[in-house]
């Protein structure tokens, strides 16, 4: 069951048709999205920020440098 993986920490985001959203992409500014958590549901707007691709790979500093 997909409600394990909710357990998990992570979350089920469907559409106002109620289907499954797999990406970003697939979402308009302003659309309405409910959230499944494992212990329940919210409803959210989608705003019209975009991701975008770093042009550098993160580099994680020494723990150890000081």
Do not use: C, H, K, W
């Amino acid at each position: 069951s997909y409600r394990s993986v909710l357990d998990r920490g992570f979350a089920l985001v469907r559409d106002a048709a109620n289907l499954p959203v797999a990406r970003a992409e697939a979402l308009q500014p302003g659309a309405t999205v409910t959230i499944e958590f494992a212990d329940g549901r919210r409803r959210a707007q989608v705003d019209g920020a975009r991701n975008r691709r770093r042009a550098e790979p993160l580099v994680q500093a020494s723990l150890f440098d000081n």
